[in-house]
Protein backbone atom coordinates (compact mmCIF):
# COMPACT_ATOMS: atom_id res chain seq x y z
CA UNK A 1 0.00 0.00 0.00
CA UNK A 2 1.31 3.45 -0.71
CA UNK A 3 2.82 5.43 2.18
CA UNK A 4 -0.04 7.83 2.47
CA UNK A 5 -2.54 4.88 3.18
CA UNK A 6 -0.63 4.13 6.66
CA UNK A 7 -3.24 5.01 8.82
CA UNK A 8 -5.54 3.04 7.08
CA UNK A 9 -6.89 -0.12 8.36
CA UNK A 10 -10.08 -2.48 8.11
CA UNK A 11 -11.77 -3.96 11.10
CA UNK A 12 -14.53 -6.48 10.23
CA UNK A 13 -16.59 -4.14 7.54
CA UNK A 14 -15.63 -1.02 8.02
CA UNK A 15 -12.45 1.11 6.99
CA UNK A 16 -11.42 3.94 9.44
CA UNK A 17 -8.65 6.61 8.46
CA UNK A 18 -7.07 8.50 11.13
CA UNK A 19 -4.61 11.65 11.49
CA UNK A 20 -4.58 13.04 8.08
CA UNK A 21 -4.71 9.67 6.04
CA UNK A 22 -5.34 9.98 2.88
CA UNK A 23 -4.94 7.30 -0.50
CA UNK A 24 -3.80 8.25 -3.53
CA UNK A 25 -4.73 6.36 -6.22
CA UNK A 26 -1.89 6.34 -8.96
CA UNK A 27 -3.24 3.20 -10.76
CA UNK A 28 -6.26 1.00 -10.35
CA UNK A 29 -7.71 0.75 -6.70
CA UNK A 30 -11.18 -1.30 -6.09
CA UNK A 31 -13.20 -1.05 -2.87
CA UNK A 32 -16.22 -3.20 -2.86
CA UNK A 33 -16.65 -5.50 0.15
CA UNK A 34 -19.91 -3.34 1.57
CA UNK A 35 -17.58 -1.62 4.34
CA UNK A 36 -19.06 1.64 6.09
CA UNK A 37 -15.94 4.46 4.84
CA UNK A 38 -15.43 7.11 7.39
CA UNK A 39 -12.90 9.51 8.51
CA UNK A 40 -12.24 11.28 11.42
CA UNK A 41 -9.39 13.39 13.21
CA UNK A 42 -8.06 14.51 9.43
CA UNK A 43 -6.23 17.48 9.10
CA UNK A 44 -7.35 19.08 5.82
CA UNK A 45 -5.82 21.60 3.99
CA UNK A 46 -2.26 22.41 3.05
CA UNK A 47 -0.78 19.16 4.30
CA UNK A 48 -3.69 16.28 3.55
CA UNK A 49 -6.06 16.08 0.71
CA UNK A 50 -9.12 14.54 0.38
CA UNK A 51 -9.89 10.82 1.74
CA UNK A 52 -9.37 9.86 -1.99
CA UNK A 53 -7.19 11.55 -4.04
CA UNK A 54 -7.81 9.53 -7.54
CA UNK A 55 -5.15 10.17 -10.29
CA UNK A 56 -5.04 6.31 -11.99
CA UNK A 57 -8.77 4.17 -11.25
CA UNK A 58 -10.97 4.45 -8.44
CA UNK A 59 -13.69 1.74 -8.06
CA UNK A 60 -16.18 1.99 -5.38
CA UNK A 61 -18.89 -0.78 -4.75
CA UNK A 62 -21.89 -0.81 -2.22
CA UNK A 63 -20.09 1.65 0.42
CA UNK A 64 -21.27 3.96 2.34
CA UNK A 65 -18.89 7.03 3.00
CA UNK A 66 -19.51 9.62 5.41
CA UNK A 67 -17.67 12.96 7.15
CA UNK A 68 -19.45 13.09 9.73
CA UNK A 69 -17.04 12.96 12.46
CA UNK A 70 -14.60 15.44 11.21
CA UNK A 71 -13.10 17.79 13.26
CA UNK A 72 -14.89 21.18 13.97
CA UNK A 73 -13.42 23.84 12.09
CA UNK A 74 -12.11 21.46 9.35
CA UNK A 75 -11.65 22.89 5.59
CA UNK A 76 -11.25 21.07 2.81
CA UNK A 77 -11.71 23.06 -0.62
CA UNK A 78 -12.94 21.07 -3.14
CA UNK A 79 -14.70 17.11 -2.90
CA UNK A 80 -15.34 15.94 0.82
CA UNK A 81 -14.48 13.10 0.31
CA UNK A 82 -13.35 12.09 -3.22
CA UNK A 83 -11.37 14.62 -5.78
CA UNK A 84 -10.69 13.22 -9.27
CA UNK A 85 -7.89 14.96 -10.70
CA UNK A 86 -7.54 15.40 -14.82
CA UNK A 87 -7.40 11.92 -16.74
CA UNK A 88 -8.70 10.41 -13.23
CA UNK A 89 -11.34 8.01 -13.04
CA UNK A 90 -14.40 7.41 -10.64
CA UNK A 91 -16.69 4.15 -10.54
CA UNK A 92 -18.99 4.01 -7.75
CA UNK A 93 -22.20 1.68 -7.96
CA UNK A 94 -24.25 1.02 -5.11
CA UNK A 95 -22.44 3.70 -2.79
CA UNK A 96 -23.86 6.18 -0.42
CA UNK A 97 -22.10 9.55 0.27
CA UNK A 98 -23.53 11.46 3.10
CA UNK A 99 -22.77 14.13 5.29
CA UNK A 100 -19.67 15.35 3.04
CA UNK A 101 -18.08 18.92 2.92
CA UNK A 102 -16.03 21.08 1.23
CA UNK A 103 -16.35 24.23 3.32
CA UNK A 104 -14.05 26.21 1.25
CA UNK A 105 -15.46 26.11 -2.58
CA UNK A 106 -16.75 23.18 -4.26
CA UNK A 107 -18.01 19.62 -4.59
CA UNK A 108 -19.53 18.43 -0.87
CA UNK A 109 -18.96 15.30 -1.46
CA UNK A 110 -17.17 14.28 -4.75
CA UNK A 111 -14.84 16.86 -7.21
CA UNK A 112 -14.29 15.78 -10.25
CA UNK A 113 -11.71 17.28 -13.10
CA UNK A 114 -11.82 13.60 -14.94
CA UNK A 115 -14.52 11.32 -15.20
CA UNK A 116 -17.13 10.26 -13.10
CA UNK A 117 -19.71 7.70 -13.24
CA UNK A 118 -22.07 6.97 -10.41
CA UNK A 119 -24.50 4.06 -11.18
CA UNK A 120 -27.41 3.64 -8.37
CA UNK A 121 -25.24 5.43 -6.20
CA UNK A 122 -27.28 8.57 -2.95
CA UNK A 123 -25.90 11.94 -1.91
CA UNK A 124 -27.35 12.83 1.32
CA UNK A 125 -26.86 15.68 3.25
CA UNK A 126 -23.79 16.84 1.50
CA UNK A 127 -22.60 20.60 1.40
CA UNK A 128 -20.24 22.65 -0.11
CA UNK A 129 -19.59 26.64 0.07
CA UNK A 130 -20.16 27.11 -3.84
CA UNK A 131 -20.63 25.16 -6.24
CA UNK A 132 -22.38 21.33 -6.62
CA UNK A 133 -23.43 20.79 -2.97
CA UNK A 134 -23.27 16.62 -3.70
CA UNK A 135 -21.16 16.79 -6.77
CA UNK A 136 -18.78 19.09 -9.15
CA UNK A 137 -17.74 18.18 -12.32
CA UNK A 138 -15.39 20.37 -13.94
CA UNK A 139 -12.65 21.25 -16.26
CA UNK A 140 -11.66 20.10 -19.94
CA UNK A 141 -11.44 16.88 -19.16
CA UNK A 142 -14.32 16.12 -16.84
CA UNK A 143 -17.24 13.73 -17.86
CA UNK A 144 -20.11 13.08 -15.65
CA UNK A 145 -22.73 10.11 -15.87
CA UNK A 146 -24.90 9.91 -12.82
CA UNK A 147 -27.79 6.97 -13.57
CA UNK A 148 -30.15 5.74 -11.18
CA UNK A 149 -29.71 6.60 -7.70
CA UNK A 150 -30.72 10.03 -6.03
CA UNK A 151 -29.90 13.07 -4.39
CA UNK A 152 -31.14 14.41 -1.26
CA UNK A 153 -30.76 17.43 1.03
CA UNK A 154 -27.60 18.51 -0.46
CA UNK A 155 -26.62 22.45 -0.23
CA UNK A 156 -24.73 24.71 -2.15
CA UNK A 157 -24.50 28.39 -3.29
CA UNK A 158 -24.83 27.37 -6.89
CA UNK A 159 -26.32 23.73 -8.05
CA UNK A 160 -26.85 22.44 -4.61
CA UNK A 161 -27.12 18.91 -5.82
CA UNK A 162 -24.82 18.66 -8.87
CA UNK A 163 -22.89 21.23 -10.76
CA UNK A 164 -20.86 21.24 -14.00
CA UNK A 165 -18.73 23.32 -16.10
CA UNK A 166 -17.02 19.64 -17.67
CA UNK A 167 -16.92 18.70 -21.43
CA UNK A 168 -20.23 16.66 -20.58
CA UNK A 169 -23.11 15.58 -17.84
CA UNK A 170 -25.83 13.05 -18.08
CA UNK A 171 -27.61 12.16 -15.05
CA UNK A 172 -30.32 9.75 -15.99
CA UNK A 173 -33.59 8.09 -14.05
CA UNK A 174 -32.08 10.05 -10.99
CA UNK A 175 -34.54 10.98 -8.33
CA UNK A 176 -34.05 14.58 -6.51
CA UNK A 177 -35.41 15.63 -2.97
CA UNK A 178 -35.08 18.80 -0.95
CA UNK A 179 -31.80 20.34 -2.52
CA UNK A 180 -30.74 23.67 -1.03
CA UNK A 181 -29.06 26.65 -2.99
CA UNK A 182 -28.26 29.15 -0.38
Do not use: H, I
Not at 112 to 134: C, D, Q, V, W
Amino acid sequence: LPGRWQACWKTGTDVSYQSGASLMVPATFTLDYQPTVSFWGVTRGAGSANLFDVYGTLVLGGLEVTAEAAPAGAVLPVGGAVRVRPGGVLTATGTVFRGCVAAASGGGAVYSEGAATFLGAFFRGNRAATYGGAVWSDGAAAALVVSGGGFVNNTATWGAAVASRGTSAELTAVAFDSQVTA
